[in-house]
């Protein structure tokens, strides 16, 4: 994943080696852990029920909790440090405007206010601690959908779906997309070595940026209009076709102990606190 | 026409399925791209999406093909960039509104995607321009609130900032790639005045 | 047509938007068990054919389509195309065209799970096709983790799932190192030999496709021009010349000889028939042979820089993931040098040249170009004085017309309109493509966009031109004219790198050569004396040129090692045959 960096010319420098590198949409790597064990399926439910769970979850020990759960599980699955700094360092700016935004436009009420602004916002110990519930909410949601990027190939995403009964052309589709990814960042950036290597710079003024996106992807939409016509060969020269017509697959959906372990544990979860937020009102903001 | 086409008229392809997976995937590109062009600090791109002037055009050429290509493509780059996915898909409907209402205005008022009358210019301007951005800043807006990334009161400000973005992007890059790319996009088999085929 | 698993008869085929007919009246046939190569310039019609052959033409392509195409005795206009493509097995150009899977098992698998093969069977033809194509356990490898020899054999391996009983093959062998074309041609070889499949080849490589084909086809302007076995195919070489062929060198020295009265048999075509060739001339003559003056080994350690116009001390570099590309890299090029670096598919030349362009900074060590550390200034300020012509011309195209693309880097620079204009009509006119000055870049294909994006770098007027494995080198009449820019602009004072796998290019043109092997030099030298250099060679993974090939062959009869073009060959050979006769008559 491209580690954004401030914009600049010698900052593009430092972005391209990494980028050109990545081969994978998913970062997928194959450490032995009960994770890995588990099938795509059952990993995008606990994606969606833990992050639906993070985001229902307002009272900042609860989050703080499920983040600590969260961590136990990038530990299990035996994600290196350098996945997690670089979400976080991709979120960053979220994060930041998120930050900016709750202290210059909020109105949290506390006992202690920090300071006061002209359009009717003040800054609390409160909103202070909306802030890092946020982020703790934010984080967890961010690192299970890690784990899930870390520990699942994009062969087993369209397995699942195919499980689900979905039609062949959306699985197709899926699958080519998540592969198109990898094949086009890398013709991105060599689009950019390239107009760089003419004297190309991306600082400037807005004008001038806007300028320069045109001259990129220009070239980016040129290449996908002659890909298009080749692959669209390619695909039928090996029996492709969209008409519905009776195909086998040669990976199937995989069930083991960990995975009914994973889905009950996930379900429980999101239904508990679903009854408890919005039946009980607990968790809800202190 | 190919003997395929001749036998069995207008029907979804295998090049709708290519084309729009491509726009997809170009889509997901252009929106990591934009910390890389458009930050002032890391990842902060102050609401220029390089997507944005290219997913109108998307949705002007290959109809619904691209409307979808645009939600699912900026999908993927939010996710790329770290947003979780609970917050993304609902986040990222903004782009269907920011394709989807050009789409529907060209379509019904029979516009060309060549800007080639002051008819099309006009059409383009209203509802590709202002309409299209306008509910999809709105949206784009109000969904983080729901997660509270920020607050109600910090709305304006960051609708104002998208707002220009949007403008910006709409009026002086995708006028560009409509002018330039419209001809090649006619050739290509997804190429639709319909909605999808 | 019995016996006969393709036929294509008098067939004419036109694209929907094009004027000019691409394929004139072809008549070929090909039998069972035959293999055969199709050769030709830019242009000629060869990937039509193939998809022609293929089915595709006209089922999936639009156009006008008058003659017919028989696979099996059926013409492919009445049967669905879905059966066309289960016989008959494409292999295209670009093998990551063709990836559809995220994984090597998934892409082999993708044809099978197309025409619904039972599990069982599936498996068993993914085995048999990763066993024959040499990938049998990397099956969960993500396609573009590959090697490109391996993505090659891959895509092979993805159309054989289906056993077909033709195989159209549209350039395996382009932009592969020497191993790997190797590694592509055994098996290529091994499907001839173990299942008889008919093959057609399309090659600009002849000296492979000579060992491979049981007969040549040369398509030119639409037109079958010649067809024959590779022995009788290569002895017009007058006509082939003129038709934009590469003649194997071996070939092009015995028909050299033969104009000079020394040779009067057959030319010959292999490796093999050249070493019966040359023992024939050399036999009886038992004293060694005179061996041609061998220029000083350069030592870059121990001399001092004669105008350097690159210096890199030290240089290593790492990717952000890790690996390491550049091994501690010590080399001085100097001004007016013609330089090739050579080196295996990741052994690290891409990413060197990177770093002359400041376009990758070093992570430790330093590299100085034209006195300026490149860790000093902007890639800008670098363009200045590198250009950098890269590998895909359709990632530097981006201008609305050739004109415009052309002036968008001297703009950059900041020249005068007046300076501007000026370069722009000199450069065009030097790259031959002055009647395109006005025409829109996007509706340019193939050669011309080639020549569109190295002008645009040309006409920057840098004094250091770096060309990246160009695919230009591979057909014949534009790499004639990319070299002949080349030597020019070498001739007029500027340093050239030129990273290739064309050895026969690299050997006719660059007066020195530095081999990387994963990321470290390991050869630097004059270019005679580094082809010479066979041990090292083989170990950084190169073959020289088939030229040297033959006098390493011929060493025992005193041939010397360092000959590595043609002429050096020639002249070595007619100076000794002289030098034994005078001394016979005497």
């Given at each position: 994943m491209p580690a954004y960096c401030a914009c600049g010319d010698e900052a593009g420098s430092a972005v391209l080696g990494g980028a050109t590198r990545i081969r994978s949409f998913l970062f997928y790597f194959s450490p032995d852990s009960p994770l890995q064990r588990t099938n795509s399926l059952t990993k995008m439910v606990m994606v969606v029920c833990l992050g639906a769970v993070a985001f229902m979850i307002e009272n900042i020990y609860a989050s703080l909790v499920l983040l600590a759960l969260v961590c136990v599980g990038l530990a299990v699955a035996r994600i290196p440090g350098v996945f997690l700094k670089r979400i976080v360092v991709a979120m960053s700016g979220l994060l930041l405007i998120a930050a900016l935004a709750h202290a210059f436009f909020s109105q949290v009420p506390g006992r202690i206010t920090f300071f006061t602004l002209p359009w009717g916002a003040y800054f609390t110990e409160r909103t202070l601690l909306f802030i890092l519930t946020f982020y703790s909410r934010f984080l967890t949601a961010s690192f299970i959908s890690l784990i899930f990027l870390c520990t699942t190939r994009e062969a087993d995403v369209v397995v699942a779906l195919r499980f689900l009964r979905l039609p062949f052309v959306i699985c197709f589709a899926a699958a080519f997309i998540l592969r198109l990814i990898s094949t086009l960042i890398d013709d991105w950036w060599s689009l950019v070595e390239a107009q760089r290597a003419r004297g190309m710079v991306f600082t400037g003024s807005l004008m001038n940026r806007l300028k320069r996106l045109s001259e990129l992807a220009f070239p980016l939409l040129a290449n996908m209009f002659t890909k298009i016509g080749e692959v669209d060969l390619a695909l039928q020269a090996r029996g492709f076709t969209v008409q519905p017509v009776h195909r086998t697959q040669v990976r199937h959906l995989r069930w083991n102990i960990y995975d009914y372990i994973l889905l009950a544990s996930t379900s429980t979860v999101f239904i508990v606190v679903a009854v408890a937020r919005y039946v009980y009102g607990y968790l809800s903001f202190l | 026409m190919?003997?395929?086409?001749?036998?069995?008229?207008?029907?979804?392809?295998?090049?709708?399925?290519?084309?729009?997976?491509?726009?997809?995937?170009?889509?997901?590109?252009?929106?990591?791209?934009?910390?890389?062009?458009?930050?002032?600090?890391?990842?902060?791109?102050?609401?220029?999406?390089?997507?944005?002037?290219?997913?109108?055009?998307?949705?002007?050429?290959?109809?619904?093909?691209?409307?979808?290509?645009?939600?699912?493509?900026?999908?993927?780059?939010?996710?790329?960039?770290?947003?979780?996915?609970?917050?993304?898909l609902p986040w990222v409907i903004n782009d269907v509104f920011m394709a989807g209402i050009p789409l529907l205005a060209f379509r019904l008022l029979k516009g060309d995607p060549g800007l080639n009358t002051r008819r099309d210019w006009v059409i383009f301007i209203t509802f590709g321009v202002v309409v299209n951005s306008l509910i999809a800043c709105t949206w784009g807006t109000w969904i983080p609130v729901y997660f509270g990334i920020w607050p109600s009161g910090a709305v304006l400000v960051i609708w104002t900032q998208y707002m220009i973005a949007c403008l910006l992007l709409m009026v002086f890059v995708a006028p560009l790639i409509l002018k330039g790319f419209t001809g090649l996009a006619r050739r290509t088999g997804a190429y639709t005045e319909g909605f999808l085929v | 047509m019995r016996g006969k698993m393709v036929v294509v008869k008098d067939l004419w085929w036109r694209y929907?938007?094009?004027?000019?007919?691409?394929?004139?009246?072809?008549?070929?046939?090909?039998?069972?068990?035959?293999?055969?190569?199709?050769?030709?310039?830019?242009?000629?019609?060869?990937?039509?054919?193939?998809?022609?052959?293929?089915?595709?033409i006209p089922w999936a392509v639009t156009g006008e389509m008058r003659g017919s195409v028989y696979i099996a005795g059926v013409d492919t206009r009445n049967v669905a195309l879905r059966e066309i493509v289960r016989r008959v097995g494409l292999l295209f150009q670009k093998p990551e065209t063709q990836f559809v899977a995220m994984s090597v098992l998934d892409e082999v698998a993708f044809g099978l799970e197309n025409f619904a093969y039972a599990y069982e069977e599936m498996w068993n033809r993914?085995?048999?096709?990763?066993?024959?194509?040499g990938l049998s356990g990397y099956e969960e490898k993500h396609p573009l983790a590959l090697s490109s020899g391996q993505k090659q054999r891959l895509a092979l391996a993805s159309i054989l799932g289906l056993r077909p009983d033709v195989l159209v093959l549209d350039e395996p062998l382009s932009n592969l190192d020497g191993p790997t074309q190797e590694e592509v041609f055994l098996a290529i070889h091994n499907l001839k030999e173990?299942?008889?499949?008919?093959?057609?080849?399309?090659?600009?490589?002849?000296?492979?496709?000579?060992?491979?084909?049981?007969?040549?086809?040369?398509?030119?302007?639409?037109?079958?021009?010649?067809?024959?076995?590779?022995?009788?195919?290569?002895?017009?070489?007058e006509s082939l010349a003129a038709n934009d062929v590469w003649i194997p060198q071996v070939t092009e020295l015995g028909y050299r000889l033969s104009e000079s009265g020394l040779w009067e048999e057959e030319l010959p075509v292999t490796l093999e028939a050249a070493q019966d060739m040359m023992g024939s001339l050399v036999a009886g003559k038992s004293k060694p042979m005179p061996t041609l003056p061998e220029p000083q080994f350069l030592n870059q350690t121990h001399q001092m820089p004669r105008d350097s116009i690159i210096e890199i001390r030290q240089l290593s570099y790492t990717y952000p993931d890790g690996t390491?590309?550049?091994?501690?890299?010590?080399?001085?090029?100097?001004?007016?040098?013609?330089?090739?670096?050579?080196?295996?598919?990741?052994?690290?030349?891409?990413?060197?040249?990177?770093?002359?362009?400041?376009l990758l900074g070093p992570t430790?060590?330093?590299?100085?170009?034209?006195?300026?550390?490149?860790?000093?200034?902007?890639?800008?300020?670098?363009?200045?004085?590198?250009?950098?012509?890269?590998?895909?011309?359709?990632?530097?195209?981006?201008?609305?017309?050739?004109?415009?693309?052309?002036?968008?880097?001297?703009?950059?620079?900041?020249?005068?309109?007046?300076?501007?204009?000026?370069?722009?009509?000199?450069?065009?006119?030097?790259?031959?493509?002055?009647?395109?000055?006005?025409?829109?870049?996007?509706?340019?294909?193939?050669?011309?966009?080639?020549?569109?994006?190295?002008?645009?770098?040309?006409?920057?007027?840098?004094?250091?031109?770096?060309?990246?494995?160009?695919?230009?080198?591979?057909?014949?009449?534009?790499?004639?004219?990319?070299?002949?820019?080349?030597?020019?602009?070498?001739?007029?004072?500027?340093?050239?790198?030129?990273?290739?796998?064309?050895?026969?290019?690299?050997?006719?043109?660059?007066?020195?050569?530095?081999?990387?092997?994963?990321?470290?030099?390991?050869?630097?030298?004059?270019?005679?004396?580094?082809?010479?250099?066979?041990?090292?060679?083989?170990?950084a993974g190169l073959k020289p040129p088939q030229i040297t090939q033959l006098a390493q062959r011929l060493a025992d009869r005193g041939f010397p090692l360092n000959v590595s073009t043609v002429s050096e060959a020639f002249n070595w050979v007619t100076q000794a045959n002289r030098e034994l006769f005078l001394k016979e008559v005497t």
């Amino acid at each position: 994943m491209p580690a954004y960096c401030a914009c600049g010319d010698e900052a593009g420098s430092a972005v391209l080696g990494g980028a050109t590198r990545i081969r994978s949409f998913l970062f997928y790597f194959s450490p032995d852990s009960p994770l890995q064990r588990t099938n795509s399926l059952t990993k995008m439910v606990m994606v969606v029920c833990l992050g639906a769970v993070a985001f229902m979850i307002e009272n900042i020990y609860a989050s703080l909790v499920l983040l600590a759960l969260v961590c136990v599980g990038l530990a299990v699955a035996r994600i290196p440090g350098v996945f997690l700094k670089r979400i976080v360092v991709a979120m960053s700016g979220l994060l930041l405007i998120a930050a900016l935004a709750h202290a210059f436009f909020s109105q949290v009420p506390g006992r202690i206010t920090f300071f006061t602004l002209p359009w009717g916002a003040y800054f609390t110990e409160r909103t202070l601690l909306f802030i890092l519930t946020f982020y703790s909410r934010f984080l967890t949601a961010s690192f299970i959908s890690l784990i899930f990027l870390c520990t699942t190939r994009e062969a087993d995403v369209v397995v699942a779906l195919r499980f689900l009964r979905l039609p062949f052309v959306i699985c197709f589709a899926a699958a080519f997309i998540l592969r198109l990814i990898s094949t086009l960042i890398d013709d991105w950036w060599s689009l950019v070595e390239a107009q760089r290597a003419r004297g190309m710079v991306f600082t400037g003024s807005l004008m001038n940026r806007l300028k320069r996106l045109s001259e990129l992807a220009f070239p980016l939409l040129a290449n996908m209009f002659t890909k298009i016509g080749e692959v669209d060969l390619a695909l039928q020269a090996r029996g492709f076709t969209v008409q519905p017509v009776h195909r086998t697959q040669v990976r199937h959906l995989r069930w083991n102990i960990y995975d009914y372990i994973l889905l009950a544990s996930t379900s429980t979860v999101f239904i508990v606190v679903a009854v408890a937020r919005y039946v009980y009102g607990y968790l809800s903001f202190l | 026409m190919s003997i395929q086409d001749q036998a069995s008229g207008p029907r979804v392809k295998t090049t709708h399925i290519v084309t729009f997976a491509f726009c997809t995937a170009v889509m997901a590109i252009l929106c990591t791209a934009a910390g890389f062009l458009f930050a002032v600090l890391p990842g902060l791109p102050l609401g220029f999406c390089p997507a944005v002037p290219v997913m109108v055009p998307f949705a002007l050429w290959f109809g619904g093909w691209g409307v979808a290509a645009a939600y699912i493509g900026c999908a993927i780059g939010g996710i790329l960039k770290g947003t979780p996915v609970i917050v993304a898909l609902p986040w990222v409907i903004n782009d269907v509104f920011m394709a989807g209402i050009p789409l529907l205005a060209f379509r019904l008022l029979k516009g060309d995607p060549g800007l080639n009358t002051r008819r099309d210019w006009v059409i383009f301007i209203t509802f590709g321009v202002v309409v299209n951005s306008l509910i999809a800043c709105t949206w784009g807006t109000w969904i983080p609130v729901y997660f509270g990334i920020w607050p109600s009161g910090a709305v304006l400000v960051i609708w104002t900032q998208y707002m220009i973005a949007c403008l910006l992007l709409m009026v002086f890059v995708a006028p560009l790639i409509l002018k330039g790319f419209t001809g090649l996009a006619r050739r290509t088999g997804a190429y639709t005045e319909g909605f999808l085929v | 047509m019995r016996g006969k698993m393709v036929v294509v008869k008098d067939l004419w085929w036109r694209y929907k938007d094009g004027q000019n007919w691409v394929l004139r009246g072809v008549d070929l046939e090909v039998g069972e068990r035959e293999v055969v190569g199709v050769i030709g310039p830019n242009g000629a019609g060869k990937t039509t054919l193939c998809l022609a052959m293929a089915g595709l033409i006209p089922w999936a392509v639009t156009g006008e389509m008058r003659g017919s195409v028989y696979i099996a005795g059926v013409d492919t206009r009445n049967v669905a195309l879905r059966e066309i493509v289960r016989r008959v097995g494409l292999l295209f150009q670009k093998p990551e065209t063709q990836f559809v899977a995220m994984s090597v098992l998934d892409e082999v698998a993708f044809g099978l799970e197309n025409f619904a093969y039972a599990y069982e069977e599936m498996w068993n033809r993914i085995r048999w096709a990763l066993k024959v194509v040499g990938l049998s356990g990397y099956e969960e490898k993500h396609p573009l983790a590959l090697s490109s020899g391996q993505k090659q054999r891959l895509a092979l391996a993805s159309i054989l799932g289906l056993r077909p009983d033709v195989l159209v093959l549209d350039e395996p062998l382009s932009n592969l190192d020497g191993p790997t074309q190797e590694e592509v041609f055994l098996a290529i070889h091994n499907l001839k030999e173990t299942l008889g499949t008919v093959t057609v080849i399309v090659e600009h490589n002849t000296e492979e496709l000579v060992r491979l084909a049981d007969r040549i086809v040369l398509l030119n302007d639409g037109k079958i021009v010649r067809t024959n076995t590779p022995q009788r195919f290569f002895q017009g070489v007058e006509s082939l010349a003129a038709n934009d062929v590469w003649i194997p060198q071996v070939t092009e020295l015995g028909y050299r000889l033969s104009e000079s009265g020394l040779w009067e048999e057959e030319l010959p075509v292999t490796l093999e028939a050249a070493q019966d060739m040359m023992g024939s001339l050399v036999a009886g003559k038992s004293k060694p042979m005179p061996t041609l003056p061998e220029p000083q080994f350069l030592n870059q350690t121990h001399q001092m820089p004669r105008d350097s116009i690159i210096e890199i001390r030290q240089l290593s570099y790492t990717y952000p993931d890790g690996t390491d590309a550049l091994c501690d890299i010590n080399l001085i090029i100097n001004r007016g040098e013609y330089v090739a670096l050579l080196g295996q598919n990741g052994s690290g030349k891409t990413t060197l040249a990177k770093h002359f362009l400041g376009l990758l900074g070093p992570t430790s060590g330093q590299i100085t170009v034209d006195g300026v550390n490149t860790r000093e200034v902007s890639v800008k300020e670098l363009a200045s004085k590198v250009g950098f012509v890269f590998q895909n011309p359709d990632h530097q195209l981006f201008c609305k017309t050739v004109e415009e693309e052309v002036a968008y880097g001297l703009k950059n620079l900041g020249l005068s309109p007046e300076e501007v204009e000026r370069r722009v009509h000199e450069i065009l006119t030097a790259v031959e493509i002055l009647g395109l000055r006005g025409v829109t870049v996007s509706s340019l294909h193939g050669a011309a966009r080639q020549k569109i994006a190295l002008a645009s770098v040309l006409a920057m007027d840098p004094d250091i031109l770096i060309v990246d494995e160009p695919s230009a080198c591979q057909e014949k009449r534009l790499s004639d004219l990319l070299m002949r820019l080349l030597r020019d602009l070498n001739a007029s004072g500027k340093s050239i790198i030129l990273a290739s796998h064309n050895m026969r290019l690299v050997a006719e043109n660059a007066t020195r050569v530095v081999v990387l092997d994963r990321g470290r030099v390991v050869l630097d030298a004059p270019t005679r004396v580094a082809f010479a250099e066979a041990e090292q060679m083989e170990k950084a993974g190169l073959k020289p040129p088939q030229i040297t090939q033959l006098a390493q062959r011929l060493a025992d009869r005193g041939f010397p090692l360092n000959v590595s073009t043609v002429s050096e060959a020639f002249n070595w050979v007619t100076q000794a045959n002289r030098e034994l006769f005078l001394k016979e008559v005497t």
